[in-house]
């Protein structure tokens, strides 16, 4: 304890208020100020404040959807069962052990060798449990890490489900909207989509850290791989590419145990056409305009913004139309 302070001869009163006396700890650093980042209480936090260069990012992001649950085969589980803990049939363990093969080959066909995977996993048991499986195709030593995130999880569909309330619900759904349709005392997607946001936000900043990164190594051959669940999978695709609400609902679930990848373009942001063909795309539900951005996105930097884009631009702006027409007439 004595070490923590610095030993002062006495003073008076009036020599104590006119006098700055300076305590040094003893595990400060020679030369440090006292109003220097470390004591603002970001110390532990090396990437506030930094002026580090960013590590690079990942050279992709997958989606996986879990493999085959009970409830995919029979929807009557849900009136027994808590949909958190709804496991995988047969088929669905054969699915994400297939599954992670697949992704093992499309990492490998990169030819080099110090790449890993990063996990982000829901906590829901199909999900935990497809992680598991699709992970036998990795050794330890290629595993970086997990973790589990609950913004993740499926859509609540309201505690246990009454079957023929459900087919009413969906049926209603159908009628309002898939996106904000909220089912009681459960969520809607536009619910999903907060929450999505949220966890965006952390990945973003886990990728311009390198939190995921071994103690270190910047090794720019990391690979993600998320976890989840259909329409939170489509949410998380809504809002990373700014994807209207009209767009998410001609979107289709991907199949149990399949995966969309989001590969780093030439210009370092994630593109989906660096992997799946047009087709392919269009299949899954991207319309023309989705699929012109993403031609966009294989050569933009990340921070650039597409001012073009007819997502986010002039598909919202009807008297573009008539000038186009008088232009033309004139």
């Not at 499986?133 to 970086?144: G, P, Q």
């Not at 270190?216 to 609400?245: A, C, D």
Request: glycine share 8%.
């Amino acid at each position: 304890m004595a070490a923590l302070f610095s030993t002062v001869p006495q003073a008076t009163s009036s020599q104590v208020l006119h006098r700055k006396i300076k305590i040094k700890c003893c595990h400060e650093p020679a030369g440090l100020k006292h109003d220097s980042p470390i004591h603002n209480g970001l110390a532990s936090f090396p990437e506030k404040g930094s002026t580090r260069a960013k590590p690079p990012r990942p050279r992709r992001i997958v989606l996986v959807r879990h493999g085959q649950s009970q409830g995919n085969v029979d929807e009557r589980v849900y009136t027994r069962v808590a949909d958190p803990k709804v496991e995988l049939t047969e088929k669905g363990v054969t699915e994400a052990e297939e599954c992670g093969r697949e992704i093992r080959r499309l990492i490998e066909k990169d030819g080099v060798d110090d790449w890993k995977v990063y996990f982000y996993v829901s906590p829901y048991e199909r999900s935990l449990q497809t992680l598991r499986n699709l992970a036998k195709a990795f050794e330890r030593s290629r595993i970086a890490g997990v973790r589990e995130e609950p913004r993740l999880r499926e859509q609540d569909f309201g505690n246990f489900q009454d079957q023929e309330q459900m087919k009413i619900q969906k049926a209603a759904r159908k009628r309002y909207g898939r996106f904000f349709y909220r089912f009681p005392n459960g969520e809607s997607a536009a619910d999903v989509y907060d929450r999505i946001t949220g966890f965006r936000e952390t990945l973003r900043s886990d990728i311009d850290i390198g939190r995921f990164q071994p103690p270190g190594e910047q090794s720019p051959n990391m690979n993600l791989v998320i976890v989840s669940h259909g329409l939170t999978l489509r949410v998380f695709l809504m809002r990373w590419y700014k994807w209207t609400v009209h767009q998410f609902e001609g979107l289709h679930n991907m199949g149990n145990g399949k995966i969309l990848v989001m590969e780093r373009g030439y210009g370092g942001r994630y593109c989906l056409l660096m992997h799946h063909t047009r087709e392919e795309l269009k299949e899954f539900g991207l319309t023309d305009a989705m699929l012109i951005d993403q031609e966009w996105q294989k050569y933009a930097k990340p921070g650039e913004l597409n001012y073009d884009c007819e997502i986010t631009g002039p598909s919202y702006f009807t008297h573009f139309a008539d000038d186009q027409e008088n232009l033309f007439a004139g």
